[in-house]
């Protein structure tokens, strides 16, 4: 892609996040069902496309926010007929019940909450959504964590990875974008699969990555 083209790709994209003047940012009013969640719609059609693909046993979630994108996915697994969420979240906060989605409150981070979750389970498709703490540190231990449950041909899906000038907000500092370099130097299981930004505006630039080996 040239130059001119990805520069007309951020102006809309950073146009979009940020919203129109005195309106807000655009993904803080968007719901899916009059539930808010908080994504960009064009990646919710990718989830749609990835989600009808593998049909996951498992999806598990971090950042559950109000609980917007696991109804969501939930709704998609009604349609495929299989599939759970585990979503967690420091917070317990009031979210719409479905019997696909089990809320989970503890942090995304704790290794033991995370064994204890998942230790055990059978052989089955799963795959991974981070979205909780964006700070690099914190999504690095959320990768190595639960990067090794991203079942093979799966997706470990790394939200707002357009932060800290990716072209978003370039004062937040490292983050996603930068915690998914230095996770892909030394975990070779992953690639970025960069057919899942065809939509050319996505809030996970470098973030949906496929597990190959």
Not at 17 to 30: A, C, H, M, S, V
Not at 72 to 80: N, V
Not at 86 to 96: E, F, M, S
Not at 104 to 114: F, H, K, P, R
């Amino acid at each position: 892609m040239d130059h001119e083209l990805r520069q007309i790709i951020n102006s809309f994209h950073n146009l979009y996040y940020n919203g129109l003047p005195g309106e807000g940012p655009i993904f803080q009013r968007t719901s899916w069902m009059k539930v808010p969640c908080a994504k960009c719609p064009l990646d919710l059609w990718i989830y749609q496309e990835i989600l009808a693909e593998i049909k996951p046993a498992l999806v598990i979630e971090t950042g559950t926010y109000l609980g917007g994108s696991a109804l969501f996915m939930a709704h998609l697994m009604d349609i495929f007929g299989k599939g759970e969420i585990i979503t967690i979240d420091i917070q317990a906060l009031p979210r719409p019940h479905h019997p696909r989605i089990r809320y989970v409150t503890g942090s995304s981070a704790d290794a033991q909450l995370i064994s204890d979750l998942l230790q055990g389970r059978p052989d089955e498709a799963r795959m991974v959504v981070l979205d909780s703490d964006h700070t690099k540190e914190h999504v690095l231990q959320e990768l190595k964590l639960l990067a090794p449950y991203v079942t093979l041909e799966s997706y470990l899906i790394v939200e707002d990875t357009n932060i800290n000038g990716h072209p978003a907000l370039p004062t937040f500092g490292p983050g996603p974008y930068e915690a998914v370099q230095d996770f892909l130097r030394s975990n070779t299981n992953f690639i970025v699969d960069h057919s899942r930004e065809k939509l050319l505006m996505t809030f996970n630039p470098h973030g949906f990555l496929k597990r190959v080996k």
